[in-house]
Structure formats: C-alpha cells, structure tokens
C-alpha cells in the first residue's frame, strides 16, 4: 500500500523518542523527527541528490539517491516516489536496486519517444534511466542503463551493461575511470543523436559524448574550467550536470544552452553548491558565455546540493522544475529515521537583463492550492521600535513581502520564533543585501557549519520595491529575493514549540506595500 508524506508519525518514530528524552527539543519535534510538511523527504534512511527527473503522463517521478538499509551513506540504490502535483508524494519501491556489488549511483531518465534503443516492445516505448555503476570492491566506475515498460513503475537493468566501460572512460579521466560518473543523457533533436554528459570527479570538468542507440558512445570534447571565461577560481570538485535548453525572457524567440552543476568547493556559504552557465551547443561542444560571477550561484545557502530538473515536462505546461537535496552535513543533521529532504521545486528561467543573461527562480505555483491567508497588510509604515506579527503562529508558511527601503533601514523577520530560538531573514538596505542568520535558529550543536549569516545580493526593483518570499518548513528555510534572481536555502532544527513570528526595523522606516502569511496544509 502506497503511503505519503504527510501521514501521521508510525508507531516505530514514536518508540524511537523515548531514546531522546534528554534532549533540549520538545517531545512534539522529537516524536515527528523533525519531519517537514510539504517538502519531501524518505520514508526511512538516507536520501541523498535526486536522480532520474521525470514526467510520466500526469506523474512527477522522483527518483534518489537512497540507502534503503541505514540510514547514512551507502548501498546506494535509486529510491522512488511520485507525485501528481508536486506536493504529494507516494513512496514507491526500490527502482534500481544496488545488487551483485555494483551500487547505483547519481544519474538521469529521458522518454526513447522513438525507440531508438530498440529497448522498447509493440506494446509499448521504453523510459530509459541511465546511472553510473559503482563497485566498492575497486572503486570503478562505469556507466549503465536501466530501462522501464510500464511507465516507470518498474525497472529492468540493460543486459548489455556498461554502456560506457572503465576502459572507454580511461583515456578521458585522470583516475582511470575511478572517477567518472552522473551522467547527463537526452536527444538532441537537431542531430538526431543521444548525448551525454558525464562528470569527472576532482578533475573540474565534464566530458560530452554521442550515441546512434544509447548503447555505444563516442567521447566528442571536454569541457573544464579553462573552457570558462571569467570564471572565479577556487570553484572545484565538479559533480551532477544537468544540461538543457531554455527560451530567454525578453527576447523574441532566443534559446540558451545551460550546464547545472554541483561543485565540492568555493560556494559563497561553503561546503557544496549549485552554479549554471549559460552558452551555445552543437551537438559535441558547449561554449560557455563570459561568466557574470554576480549571475553564477543557484543558491546561496548552505543546502542546496545536487539539483536536477525533470525532463519530459509536456509542452503545454512548458516549465523547467529543478529540485536539490537539503543537508550538506552528512548524517550529522538530529533526525534519527531518515536524513536528506527535497527542496521545494522550483521553476528555473533565464532572462535577458540590460544586456546580459541572469537565471530567476521560484516556487511551483501549485504550493498556492495548499495554503491559506491568515495576514494581510498593506500600505504601512513601520518604525524602529513597532513590531509586526507577533500574534502570528505556525510552522509551515508562505510568507510574501515587498516593500521601500529607507536610505540606512534594515528590516528583519524573525521565524520558528520562541523562547531564546529565532531565525532572522533580513534586508539591509545599504549594502543591498538579504541574509538568512542561523545563530539563534535551535539546534546548531550537529556541526560547526550549521549556524552563521548566509547572503546574497539584492537590488530593489524600478521603482525602488524589494520582493522576498520566504518558504518556512519544519526544518527548512528557503528565501527567493526579487524576481528569484538571489535565492538562500538553509536547514534550521529549532524545537516545536518555537512557532512566532516578528517583523521589525531598524535604521529608517520602511514602507510596507504588502506582507501576506499563508499557512501551508497538505
């Protein structure tokens, strides 16, 4: 029987508070485990980056890295869930299972509308999964295909496997192949060829290749961070591309090429993070468009790891929706059933802004069908020293903000507020600057990077207005500043009870246009 993630805490979470009587957080927060309301996050065990995006009919496919016998990092196999709207999610069984000593590692799914893999039957097209293989015993790995009749409940691994051997990878990889992996696969229609993307682990790049079948590759070109003009130094460790064509806002009928992808090191808040290029394709080779380093990070929080979009979108709903893993701290978070969630999903766009590109993202309209109003102001002027809000309760929000800024004002929402627990959002007008400040936001003790002040550029619109919107879970905090050109994702861990809310200023008065508090219910 399917289950979703809304339900009830079972009986199993329940027995497991009692081992946590002495901590700090209420019996509540203990006994759900922290588990948020309308993010996604594993029934059990661990979750790492999503893997396989895709739409299957009137289905969002969720596939992830998972652990299905511990819950840390390892065994890893493709955990599944679906959902019609991207808010409720059915757990599935095991989709690509981690067996004969070959996990199942990052990878991507694309719809073989033709058959050109010859996988498919009269009765029906094949779903391709494409994942790399990764064998503990040497360390190897090699990439595979994976293959679904029946629209993606099941999955039948590719006899023919590898797909792209450790002897192929060789040439093109400084390990030997110890170190190639997440690939990126799609046709590419003005060829008539499959293409994959493959990344290449320490060796800041990724390798593009061809097939006729998706069965035998070609290497075609390496693109590394030499390839990438104006980009920052310092950005490493390159891992999960995901590669697409987008239509650029602003413009009549222009495309960019863009390359996701999740570098180890050199993220504004540190530890990994998510960063895109936009440029042009062949079909063999990505030229990269002079990097605007104020135009580069996805995200500039802490936990926002690994993202991927889902392909396979019908064209009538035309969106491009990425989603990321939250946790970059290992199995240090204070969950004890299940570690790694999803971020909210979101959509990606590129825009054409006074001559240059700049990506802008937010979340899915369908989270609009879940909540209610319970605050609306508008029109108002707040003064340091007045306080907003403070009546207001709740755990899981949708809180929406624009206002004008006085020369020297910050303003500063506090949330999860109670007792000596807060997380700050702030706007600070002189710098033109929102941060997220995590010091007083509850648990901060699992790991020396689970507190400090994360930020991001924000200037105000034509006519002088800041827009945030602040996404606010149990354990979660996603902020979207303006059009969603600065987005900041963070965890937080504050106890049950920590539910108020506050909206001040200092420096200035501000003039409130609007402030809106939903509450999110699934």
């Not at 990889?173 to 997440?182: A, F, P, V």
């Not at 200092?506 to 246009?513: A, F, M, R």
Request: net charge negative; with cysteine; hydrophobic share 35%.
């Amino acid at each position: 029987m399917m289950t979703t993630v809304t339900r009830q805490p079972c009986k199993r979470h329940l027995i497991l508070t009692f081992l946590f009587v002495s901590c700090s957080f209420s019996y509540l927060a203990v006994a759900d485990d922290f588990r948020p309301t309308y993010h996604f996050c594993p029934d059990v065990n661990w979750m790492n980056e999503p893997n396989g995006l895709i739409r299957i009919d009137l289905d969002w496919h969720l596939f992830y890295q998972h652990n299905p016998d511990g819950n840390y990092w390892g065994n890893l196999s493709w955990g599944h869930a679906t959902s019609t709207d991207l808010l409720h999610w059915n757990y599935q069984p095991i989709a690509i299972s981690s067996a004969d000593g070959i996990q199942a590692f990052t990878g991507t799914s694309y719809y073989d509308i033709s058959n050109s893999s010859g996988l498919g039957t009269p009765d029906g097209l094949p779903y391709l999964a494409f994942f790399t293989g990764y064998f503990p015993s040497n360390r190897v790995q090699d990439q595979r295909l994976a293959y679904s009749l029946d629209n993606g409940t099941t999955y039948t691994k590719f006899q023919g496997n590898p797909i792209i051997s450790q002897q192929q990878e060789s040439p093109h990889d400084s390990t030997g192949g110890l170190e190639s992996r997440d690939p990126k696969v799609f046709f590419h229609e003005s060829t008539g060829q499959w293409v994959m993307v493959l990344a290449h682990g320490g060796q800041n790049k990724v390798t593009f290749w061809t097939s006729p079948d998706t069965k035998s590759w070609t290497w075609q070109s390496d693109f590394t961070s030499s390839s990438i003009s104006g980009l920052p130094s310092g950005i490493t460790g390159w891992e999960v591309p995901d590669f697409f064509e987008l239509p650029i806002q602003g413009t009549a009928s222009s495309t960019a090429w863009v390359l996701m992808l999740t570098p180890a090191n050199g993220s504004p808040a540190g530890g990994n993070g998510v960063l895109a290029f936009t440029g042009s394709f062949d079909g063999r080779v990505f030229t990269a468009n002079l990097v605007d380093p104020n135009n580069l990070w996805l995200d500039y929080g802490r936990d926002w790891d690994g993202a991927m979009s889902w392909e396979n979108v019908p064209a009538s709903d035309g969106r491009r929706v990425v989603a990321a893993v939250m946790n970059s701290y290992g199995t240090n978070p204070p969950t004890s059933t299940w570690k790694g969630m999803l971020s909210f999903p979101r959509t990606l766009t590129v825009q054409q802004f006074n001559g240059t590109l700049r990506f802008l993202q937010q979340p899915v309209i369908e989270l609009h069908t879940v909540s209610g109003l319970l605050v609306d102001i508008a029109n108002k002027t707040i003064s340091p020293g007045q306080t907003l809000l403070s009546t207001t309760n709740g755990i899981a929000l949708d809180i929406t903000m624009s206002f004008i800024p006085t020369a020297g004002s910050t303003l500063s929402l506090a949330v999860r507020k109670g007792g000596s627990e807060q997380t700050f959002v702030n706007y600070t007008q002189s710098s033109a600057q929102m941060s997220v400040d995590r010091n007083l936001s509850g648990d901060i003790s699992y790991d020396p990077n689970a507190g400090g002040v994360h930020v991001a550029k924000l200037q105000p619109d034509a006519t002088g207005a800041v827009q945030l919107r602040v996404l606010v879970d149990t354990c979660s905090l996603e902020v979207y500043g303006g059009q969603g050109e600065a987005v900041i994702s963070d965890l937080i861990f504050p106890s049950s009870t920590s539910d108020g809310l506050a909206l001040t200023a200092s420096g200035g008065d501000l003039y409130l246009q609007s402030v809106q508090v939903r509450e999110v219910a699934l």
